[in-house]
């Protein structure tokens, strides 16, 4: 029985539950709270999440099986809540700078765009990881039929990003998706400078825009010089502590790109994604993985065949849209 919700809610989730999130999903979460004006924060888990959502069997089913991954889950939970109840998606490692504008929570759709072009299939214009808008609208309710659609009859991602994909479809074959798609206005600033400057200990918390996107998963320096790190700062801005004593070391991050490499090659050798996706998909997501932070033009060549390929692959999903 799905709860009923009277007010614009900021939704995030983290399945095992806020009380076992590592520090900087916690500082996160308080950050929300902190910055949220009227609106309340609710935290998603496994274990309520279904008060607020039900998804078919099928995908349940998945998702219990490990067919579907618990973050391409989340991505289908944060559709179907914004079409059901409208509010505001923040992944639970969006870092909240100041109070959230109620403009916000007045858009038929709002997400960060920024100008800053890249070959992702969004080109920066959207980010699924913050997403805003009223219920039922049609930007929501398209993705949330197509990603059913998809893992109805799929057992694998054809791309991480599908949901992305479904975007770029929406947008570019409903005019009224288009057009509340031109009216967000550009971000002010850079969601992702912040994590990269976690190590140092020149920037304040308040240096940032009012979102950034950050990375629990990276090991960042504790201390630096006897100095506050920019980490550091967060943590204690939001009275949580971090006693892992985790130091950061780049030849983490060397082994974190062997061991991706590797994890791409045996995708691309694959008989089973060879058969059904075909050797072109293959091929050029290889070397799109193999390329993505380069930004020279053989990368925008690569990852441009590669996304027509996907595209084209999910066009048997989107029918009329």
Request: glycine share 6%; hydrophobic share 35%.
């Amino acid at each position: 029985m799905k709860k009923e919700i009277t007010q614009s809610v900021i939704w995030t989730m983290w399945w095992q539950g806020e009380s076992n999130a590592p520090p900087t999903v916690k500082a996160c979460i308080h950050s929300m709270r902190k910055n949220s004006g009227n609106h309340p924060v609710i935290v998603l888990d496994q274990s309520n999440y279904k008060k607020y959502v039900a998804l078919p069997q099928y995908i349940e089913k998945k998702r219990e099986k490990g067919v579907i991954s618990l973050t391409h889950f989340s991505d289908i939970i944060r559709i179907n809540l914004l079409n059901a109840y409208g509010g505001l998606w923040l992944d639970s490692t969006i870092y909240v700078n100041r109070q959230i504008s109620e403009e916000v929570f007045e858009k038929n759709f709002y997400t960060v765009k920024m100008n800053m072009p890249n070959k992702g299939v969004s080109n920066n214009q959207w980010c699924g990881f913050l997403l805003g808008g009223t219920a039922h609208n049609v930007i929501f309710e398209k993705q949330a039929e197509l990603l059913c659609r998809y893992w109805k009859n799929e057992d694998e991602l054809v791309d991480y990003l599908l949901i992305d994909y479904f975007f770029y479809i929406i947008f570019n074959e409903i005019k009224q998706a288009n057009r509340e798609l031109d009216e967000v206005t550009e971000y002010a600033g850079n969601v992702l400078k912040m994590q990269e400057k976690m190590a140092e200990t020149t920037y304040e918390v308040s240096d940032f825009p009012i979102f950034s996107k950050l990375n629990w998963k990276s090991s960042v320096e504790l201390s630096n010089n006897r100095k506050l790190t920019l980490y550091q700062k967060i943590l204690l801005d939001s009275g949580i502590v971090d006693d892992s004593q985790e130091v950061y070391c780049k030849d983490k991050k060397y082994k974190r790109k062997i061991k991706s490499a590797l994890r791409h090659f045996r995708k691309f050798i694959d008989k089973k994604r060879i058969k059904k996706y075909g050797f072109g998909i293959q091929f050029y997501g290889l070397a799109n993985d193999l390329l993505r932070t380069s930004n020279g033009k053989c990368a925008y060549f690569f990852a441009k065949q590669y996304q027509n390929l996907v595209l084209k692959y999910l066009g048997r999903y989107c029918g009329a849209l």
